[in-house]
């Protein structure tokens, strides 16, 4: 992984383009994408973006290109070859998983497909799942296409983010941008940690399950509501730091001049 990531970053500006695109379309690809840490490399190009190495606007048609192919091509998988993917072990050893894809897309065929193009496991599985059901084309392209238009940007912005910062320190000279910093990622750990313990509980919930690690299902609610509190709490008082402000300045800066 580490060798991949060394060799995109010194890929030649005119080839990080093609690698958006095909990073994406794999990312995509039925089953193929539960394989590949799409967002650590998804990141990386977008710290080429934050450093100036690539541009975003092209970085992200590249990458919806990459999303629609991926996804199309799935959905015809499944269409074109129900019976022999049923039948393949990962199926087999993944049951649950079919089904409950199956009974989703059923029920809210559009909120699925939209909302499982950002999430991981969900993504490479939900264009298949769909062709196997022979779901009408309409009903799969239009919030297929929403979907792809918004996952590049989303995965793109963490790297951005990065490659701003890092390509800045010069600008972001003041004494206090070490502490800047570890507020930072303070932050964004609280949020996802809160995310992750709130999205525990309603799964653990629904499955009548009422422990989670060292938590009973209250506690790890409670956990869940304070992380996400303090973390956005701390998200707002960001916006009013006088790094934030430069650094907002910078990325506004990164998106006009590409």
Same mark, same amino acid.
């Given at each position: 992984m580490e060798y991949w990531l060394e060799y995109i970053i010194t890929l030649p500006s005119k080839y990080l383009l093609i690698a958006v695109c095909i990073?994406?379309?794999?990312?995509? %690809?039925?089953?193929?994408? $539960?394989?590949?840490?799409?967002?650590?490399?998804?990141?990386a190009l977008g710290s080429m973006i934050g450093n100036g190495k690539l541009f975003f606007y092209p970085a992200w048609i590249a990458g919806i290109i990459g999303c629609i192919l991926g996804d199309w091509i799935s959905y015809?998988?499944?269409?074109?070859?129900?019976?022999?993917?049923?039948?393949?072990?990962?199926?087999?050893?993944?049951?649950?998983? $079919?089904?409950? #894809? !199956?009974?989703a897309l059923y029920k809210h065929s559009f909120l699925t497909i939209l909302i499982g193009r950002f999430i991981?496991?969900?993504?490479?599985? =939900?264009?298949?799942?769909?062709?196997?059901?022979? %779901?009408?084309? @309409?009903?799969?392209?239009?919030? /297929?296409?929403?979907?792809?238009?918004?996952? +590049?940007?989303?995965?793109?912005? +963490?790297?951005? &983010? #990065?490659?701003?910062?890092?390509?800045? !320190?010069?600008? $972001?000279?003041?004494?206090?941008? @070490?502490? &800047?910093?570890? =507020? *930072? *990622?303070?932050t964004i750990?609280?949020?996802?940690?809160? @995310?992750?313990? $709130? *999205?525990?509980?309603?799964?653990?919930?629904? /499955?009548? !399950?009422?422990? &989670?690690? %060292?938590?009973?299902?209250?506690? #790890? %609610?409670?956990?869940g509501l304070i992380s996400i509190f303090v973390g956005m709490s701390m998200m707002i008082s960001l916006q009013f730091h006088p790094q934030m402000i430069i650094l907002r300045q910078l990325l506004i800066k990164t998106f006009i001049s590409s």
């Open positions: 990073i994406s379309f794999l990312e995509s %690809l039925a089953i193929v994408g $539960l394989f590949l840490p799409g967002m650590i490399l998804m990141a015809y998988m499944g269409w074109k070859f129900k019976n022999c993917i049923s039948k393949l072990n990962f199926f087999k050893k993944n049951f649950s998983l $079919l089904n409950k #894809t !199956q009974s991981g496991p969900a993504r490479p599985i =939900i264009p298949l799942v769909s062709g196997m059901l022979k %779901l009408p084309i @309409i009903q799969f392209i239009i919030p /297929n296409i929403i979907g792809c238009i918004f996952w +590049p940007p989303l995965y793109f912005f +963490p790297g951005i &983010f #990065t490659g701003v910062l890092l390509n800045n !320190q010069s600008v $972001l000279h003041e004494e206090n941008i @070490i502490p &800047f910093k570890w =507020i *930072i *990622i303070l750990f609280l949020i996802w940690i809160g @995310i992750w313990m $709130l *999205i525990k509980y309603w799964k653990n919930y629904r /499955n009548k !399950q009422f422990n &989670f690690f %060292l938590f009973s299902l209250k506690q #790890t %609610l409670i956990i």
